[in-house]
């Protein structure tokens, strides 16, 4: 069997009958708690785990399979999963890609086009999040400087919680509900030994509770291509600063100094519309 002509499911590979034959035995949306071995794609060290809940259409075996139809045409990137804080709709799931792999490879668009004709949204809701898992091992494998880098990340969000709340799209309730602060400390160190305590849980805007990543939570769900692609360059920034940085460094790093140098294009336009980047009218946030 020629490459171009096998599809994926579950870590596995078949032909077209097969493949169909699995299906129709397969729970296409998974239990909330369902956790696939990870497969990893694309080259580098630094991963994305992508969560990304779309309500309003139905916790749908049909729908499900042609989302996933799109997503494992050629590799077995996808899997959905049924959330329980969504009205009436379902989480998809990425296995972990580089920044390129997300953008380049992986057929986020073509996804993205069809939950909306089948009518869901994302951000069009008050339920739905896009939530960003990065593995902690792209910091360090030693687990002091791994915490050095992720306290300087809880650092950059308290000190530019503004900046990142106008971003996220979401309000200061739902932030609160779903992604909620820990409170701005003078140094990175201090923030970190606080989120250490608790309080929060997960529902933190940055969820330090899994071993293996850490979670960015603060943005609303959508299901514009341009504004999702433009997240997780935003993130993989905040990760670069706080790896390159000293707690001085960032300390003193203001907005306009993170932003001055943006070059992605999809980052630049995002921003441009929210106002973060330069002066420019607000554009309404559109589900395309």
């Known amino acids: 069997m020629h490459e171009d002509d096998a599809y994926y499911l579950d870590g596995e590979t078949y032909c ?3 493949y ?3 299906r129709e035995e397969s729970n296409l949306i998974h239990e909330y708690g369902y956790k696939p071995n990870p497969i990893f794609y694309g080259e580098g060290n630094r991963y994305f785990g992508i969560e990304l809940e779309i309500d309003g259409a139905g ?21 959905i999963k049924a959330d329980g804080s969504l009205d009436d709709g379902m989480e998809l799931v990425s296995h972990p890609c580089t920044m390129d792999y997300h953008i380049n490879e992986f057929p986020w668009e ?77 140094t990175p160190k201090a923030i970190m030994d606080k989120a250490k305590k608790g309080g929060n849980g997960r529902y933190a805007a940055v969820n330090l509770c899994n071993y293996h990543t850490v979670e960015f939570r603060l943005f609303r769900g959508t299901l514009k291509y341009n504004t999702f692609i433009a997240t997780i360059q935003l993130v993989n920034r905040i990760c670069n600063a706080a790896m390159y940085n000293t707690d001085d460094s960032i300390a003193k790093l203001s907005w306009s100094d993170f932003v001055a140098d943006v070059t992605e294009p999809e980052l630049i336009q995002y921003l441009k519309e929210r106002q973060l980047y330069v002066n420019e009218e607000v554009c309404a946030e559109e589900e395309m």
């Not at 049909?62 to 990137?77: S, V």
């Not at 900046?163 to 739902?174: I, M």
């Open 16 to 18: 077209r009958d097969c």
């Open 59 to 79: 916790r749908d075996d049909d729908y499900a399979e042609e989302l996933l139809d799109i997503a494992n045409a050629h590799a077995d990137l996808l899997y």
């Open 110 to 186: 073509d996804i993205m086009h069809r939950a909306v004709r089948q009518g869901y949204r994302s951000h069009q809701t008050s339920t739905c999040g896009l939530h960003l898992h990065v593995n902690r091992n792209a910091f360090s494998d030693n687990q002091e400087e791994q915490d050095e880098v992720i306290s300087r990340i809880l650092y950059f969000v308290e000190h530019h919680w503004n900046e990142l709340l106008k971003f996220s799209r979401r309000s200061e309730y739902t932030m609160n509900r779903w992604a909620a602060r820990y409170g701005y400390e003078h």
């Open 20 to 22: 169909e034959d699995e």
